[in-house]
């Protein structure tokens, strides 16, 4: 007889406005140094990877934060699990302040936070077997379950949906899939409070995003574990998140909740990001009359930034005022409680269509009128 599968306690998920956060950024800033110069090769700047940003993940909270390549986003991952050091700034882990802390003060709370990498090709020591990779974070922890690890790894297994007679069998033996389901069981092995999932989806074939997302879903809401889930998809972020960061260059420029965020957005960027995202059931007169906004140019230099305000260089709305003054991030009139934008000149509280399309890249505009 098959027996029952035996789980973490469930946390209760408390990230109401009165309970304290479980995790706290402020101001988290890293800068990489450039090297230059020859035959001494010395600092010539600096890549502002991520450049002075806040958020909270409550309790159980499912925390998106979305943009653009090269944005930052991974970075700020590897910094609040601590791979990295932040070059300044503050990270609170449930009371605790932990950004510079020493793997000795890390040790203890190392269990609570674990990652889900992009890669699922990569992220797999392919030397060692399914059973091993999922056992591993047991065996540093010192962690002993009831019945042993190998019933617990294979219970993990049979959780993300994998076969627990696949123990002994190596990574190369599964699809991509299956792979990144072996690095969810990784990271399930701790039962762990928070779960920094950087892009786990996206070198996924489609048709298997949705079963790895819809896994991950299942297993925040069953487990009360928080997630903060990184990706440039809006569409699955929009799916999996309660609340969503927009960053841009290093800046987080627009944060709130999943609905005001999608539905009400009033930083421009976060227009043109939405505008982006194709929709499967509108019809020809739907499409038709759907807003479009093609960006200007390339996302700027992170070793030099624009000045004030980093999105001005690619934005219909930019004044003088844009180029000297950086945007606080703020809650402006007519947003909701906790909808903040970082923007002087913020968009209408509406994604409705214009009466044009709006088209920033000259070329593209004239290429588009010879065709007419």
Request: charged share 25%; hydrophobic share 35%.
């Amino acid at each position: 007889m098959k027996e029952d599968l035996v789980l973490p306690v469930p946390r209760q998920s408390d990230s109401g406005a009165d309970s304290e956060p479980l995790l706290e950024v402020s101001g988290l800033t890293k800068h990489f140094p450039v090297k230059g110069g020859f035959p001494i090769r010395r600092t010539v700047g600096h890549v502002q990877a991520v450049d002075g940003i806040d958020l909270t993940v409550g309790v159980g909270e499912s925390f998106g934060l979305v943009g653009e390549s090269g944005c930052g986003k991974s970075t700020t991952g590897r910094l609040i699990t601590r791979l990295l050091e932040p070059t300044s700034g503050k990270i609170t882990y449930r009371g605790r302040d932990i950004s510079h802390a020493s793997r000795a003060q890390l040790a203890p709370i190392r269990s609570e936070i674990q990652m889900i990498f992009q890669d699922p090709y990569s992220s797999l020591n392919p030397r060692q077997t399914v059973g091993r990779i999922i056992s591993n974070p047991m065996e540093i922890n010192g962690i002993e379950p009831e019945g042993g690890r190998e019933k617990r790894v294979r219970e993990l297994l049979e959780i993300v949906g994998l076969n627990p007679e696949h123990y002994n069998r190596f990574p190369h033996e599964f699809s991509g899939g299956q792979r990144q389901r072996i690095g969810v069981a990784r990271a399930l092995a701790l039962s762990p409070k928070l779960i920094v999932a950087d892009e786990p989806v996206s070198a996924l074939d489609v048709s298997i995003q949705a079963q790895v997302v819809n896994l991950l879903q299942e297993v925040q809401k069953e487990l009360g574990i928080a997630f903060l889930f990184i990706a440039h998809d809006l569409a699955v972020v929009r799916h999996f998140s309660q609340r969503v960061a927009v960053m841009y260059l290093g800046k987080i420029i627009e944060v709130g909740d999943r609905d005001s965020i999608y539905t009400r957005p009033r930083h421009p960027y976060t227009h043109a990001l939405l505008s982006a995202v194709p929709e499967v059931n509108l019809t020809d007169d739907d499409s038709a009359g759907r807003e479009r906004i093609r960006l200007a140019g390339d996302v700027p230099s992170p070793i030099s930034p624009p000045s004030g305000c980093r999105f001005r260089t690619r934005c219909w709305k930019a004044q003088d005022r844009c180029a000297t003054e950086e945007p606080p991030l703020i809650q402006i009139s007519g947003n909701h409680t906790g909808h903040l934008t970082a923007c002087h000149f913020p968009e209408e509280p509406t994604i409705e269509a214009r009466d044009e399309d709006i088209v920033l890249d000259p070329a593209l505009a004239a290429l588009e009128e010879g065709e007419n």
